[in-house]
């Protein structure tokens, strides 16, 4: 998983720096002309509108893999005002800040996807995907987005995640938190990730078991692992460590994952698989201890039916502290595809 690029947002100059950052990026990834430009004017809208409605914010690219390809997901934070009228903000011509009023409405066009969250106690997250176009549109009933951002810009980072999805309503996902933060975490992290990927059929206190004896030359790590499924209804849960895990069903009442003491690689107590509710409507939210865990999606009204990534996003900006490497990565079921 890549690890994502911040620049904070305080004066006209961050906005052309967001763009370079965001064309690093996107170069990387050997995107085309078309999706660089296009991702250009994406981030100059979103920076432009932190600084014009709230005075100060931060931009967050975060590399994502969709349909298999890869895109870049463009997120604004601010503790602003918030948006007093959105759909009224998408018609071209429309401001309340002098502006030509062309941000939101060109922010739609030229992304591939986009959501945003805001409140007049909330400030704004907006949250816009750039990549290679895929040749169709869908609408999955199982979504899953995350960030993850190292520590002040570090190019190394100690946390990670990883998805499989084995059917449209079937996951596996891995949460890593390599100890301390760095290069060496993320060699601890990177190994454990490569593990999983490589041991499809290995799951719960077996896959542990063979992250444990495989992080032995790293610095070791928490580790969370989840299978869900729809159709059994269950989601299975085993953590070593503080990796937090909260699901929320469909009336956002949060179930808390139970994790054992140890650091895998190193030192464990007796494994243990877990077994929750997963049902329609279902919210499991995974998040390193680089965010605080004193945060429910009951204080955040009508968020729990925004897409996974905006959810990420919003937890990020809100809860990260900003002291160590920071993950989060959110699953949603929006509904069945399973008679």
């Known amino acids: 998983m890549k690890v994502a690029a911040e620049v904070a947002i305080t004066e006209p100059t961050h906005v052309a720096e967001a763009r370079r950052v965001s064309l690093r990026l996107a170069k990387h990834l050997e995107f085309d002309d078309d999706v660089q430009a296009r991702l250009a004017v994406v981030v100059t809208e979103i920076a432009t509108n932190v600084l014009k409605h709230a005075g100060r914010g931060k931009v967050l690219v975060s590399p994502v893999c969709h349909d298999h390809r890869a895109a870049l997901d463009v997120y604004g934070f601010d503790a602003g005002p918030g948006i007093p009228n ?5 018609r071209d011509g429309y401001s309340t800040a002098g502006s030509s009023g062309t941000g939101l409405g060109a922010i739609a066009r030229m992304s591939d996807d986009w959501d945003v969250f805001t409140g007049p106690q909330s400030g704004t997250v907006i949250r816009a995907r750039c990549g290679p176009k895929a040749a169709a549109p869908r609408t999955p009933s199982l979504e899953v987005g995350g960030i993850t951002l190292p520590m002040n810009g570090d190019p190394d980072s100690g946390d990670s995640w990883v998805v499989r999805s084995h059917s449209p309503d079937s996951l596996s996902m891995l949460m ?8 060496g975490a993320a060699q601890a992290a990177n190994a454990a990730v490569d593990i999983f990927l490589r041991k ?28 869900a499924s729809l159709s059994a209804g269950t989601l299975q849960f085993t953590g070593v460590g503080n990796i937090s895990g ?12 139970v994790s054992m003491n140890g650091i895998v690689g190193h030192r464990l107590s007796k494994l243990r698989e877990f077994s929750y509710p997963w049902t329609a409507g279902s919210v499991l939210v995974l998040h390193s ?5 004193r945060w429910t999606l009951g204080s955040y009204p009508g968020l729990q039916a925004r897409s996974a990534a905006l959810i990420a996003g919003v937890l990020m900006r809100d809860h990260s502290r900003g002291t160590d490497d920071s993950s989060v990565a959110v699953a949603v079921q929006r509904s069945s595809h399973v008679s």
């Open 200 to 227: 499809p059929a290995l799951s719960g206190v077996a896959l542990m078991e063979e992250l444990h004896a495989g992080l032995r030359t790293t610095r070791g790590a928490a580790v969370a692992s989840v299978e």
């Open 176 to 183: 890593v938190d390599g100890l301390g933060h760095g290069y």
């Open 246 to 257: 909260v699901v929320h069903d469909g009336s956002a009442a949060a179930q808390h994952l």
């Open 289 to 293: 201890d680089g965010l605080r865990n």
């Open 86 to 90: 959105l759909m009224a903000c998408l």
